[in-house]
Each structure stands twice: as C-alpha cells, then as structure tokens.
C-alpha cells in the first residue's frame, strides 16, 4: 500500500508533534557522551601529536603500553601518523617499541616501513628487536628497501639487522629493492648500501633466481653493475 505524500507529511507532523517524542528526543540529546578512557585518551592524544596531553595522561597514571581494541599502543599510532614528537616522548616514558598490533605491525615494524628514521633511531636505541617481523615475514629493513628509503637504509644496515633474511616469499632486502623498487636513483643507493653492507648477492628467491637476473630482467641496468662489480653471478 502507497500512502499519498500530503498523508506522509501529516503523519511526520504528527509524530513530530506528539510531546512523548519530543520529550524522547530531547532525553536522548542530553544523554552524556560516553568519557573516552585513559587509554583511549591517550592514543587519541598520540594520534594527533598533542604532547602536552600525553604528559598530562602519564603523569596521572595512565599506563604508556595500554591498547586499543586493534591491539595498538600510543607509541604504534604515533608512529602511524608520523608524531616524532610524541613517538619520543613515549618511548622516553618506556613505550614498548616492539609491542605488536592484531596486524604484527610495531612501531619499530612500521617505522622502517614508513621511513620514519628518527623513531627508528630513537627505537634502535630503546632495544629495538632486530629479528622482529612483520605480517609478511620481513624485518624492518625490508619495506624500507622496497619503498627506497634510502636514509632509513642507512641506518639500518649499521644496526646489526639480518641483510640475508628472507620473507615469506623468499626474498630478502636486496631482492625486494629490486623486484618492487624502480631501479630509480634511490634503489641503486640502497642496493649500493646493502653490497657495501655485505649482503649476499647471489643468494637467490624461493625459486632460485638470483639478484643479477631479477635486475637484468627489469632493464635495472646500473643495479645490474653494482651487483656484477661485487661478484653476482
């Protein structure tokens, strides 16, 4: 059944009349919000790199590794929205730089990740765990590889890192710099660092094919050079 619009619109002036409904609204819109806990105040504070609240929150009592229901604590969500400020001042109150989210991101993970070099800095030096890995089976030197960031790199080839260590489809730094970099100047500087570094350049992907072939197949000449100079077969 279809109800004519002139009988619709006095129905909804009807409603909007009635005074239980008004007063049923007018409840409703006094209701108090829900107050956001501690932990949610502080995640909310290091999302938006508001540093005078995370003192605030610490000082009082609010624990610096608290999580979200996504398993993240302050420090991982500083570290997703590239907060350095924040990120600094919760790893210097003791955040867990290591602490994983339900996706195995941690700040130190997603940090080589992102290329935030100074919270991979300020996370090497807080006891960062070098073999620790992500989602897809890699260290934090292996998407800071793949998405060329080449001080990051830097950085972490001096840290002690695995340059061998393999991901889930067997590939390592210098293969993943290779497969999924662009061969532009920042993959060559980041092959050139991780040679330099003593990664192994013939130590081929879950099927065997090595570094050389991957860069000759891509037309990466100058990563080619680099890889033939230091003994790539």
């Known amino acids: 059944m279809h109800l004519h619009t002139s009988t619709m619109n006095l129905l909804h002036r009807k409603i909007f009349r009635c005074p239980i409904f008004r007063y049923l609204i ?10 956001l806990s501690s932990t949610e105040a502080l995640l909310t504070a290091a999302e938006r790199g508001d540093t005078a609240v995370i003192r605030k929150l610490l000082a009082s009592g609010t624990p610096v590794n608290g999580q979200d229901e996504r398993g993240r604590n302050a420090v991982l969500v500083a570290t997703d929205e590239g907060r ?25 993970l997603l ?3 992102r290329g935030h070099t100074e919270i991979v800095r300020m996370a090497l030096a807080a006891g960062a765990n070098l073999g620790s890995t992500n989602r897809y089976g890699g260290t934090a030197l292996i998407p800071a590889c793949h998405y ?13 890192i695995n340059l061998n260590h393999a991901n889930n489809l067997g590939w390592t730094a210098l293969l993943e710099a290779i497969i999924l970099g662009n061969g532009g100047p920042a993959h060559v500087e980041i092959v050139r660092l991780l040679i330099e570094s003593g990664a192994n ?26 890889l033939q100079r230091a003994g790539a077969r």
Request: glycine letters at 10%.
């Open 84 to 108: 350095i400020d924040a990120a600094r001042l919760l790893i210097e109150r003791g955040a867990d730089v290591n602490a994983k989210d339900h996706i195995h991101d941690s700040a130190f």
């Open 26 to 35: 007018a409840a409703a819109l006094l209701l108090p919000l829900p107050a």
């Open 148 to 160: 060329g960031h080449v001080d990051t790199v830097r950085l972490l080839v001096k840290s002690g």
């Open 201 to 226: 350049v013939n130590l081929g992907d879950s099927e065997g094919v090595r570094p050389l072939a991957h860069a000759t197949q891509r037309g990466q000449d100058a990563i080619a050079r680099l």
């Open 111 to 113: 940090a080589g990740a």
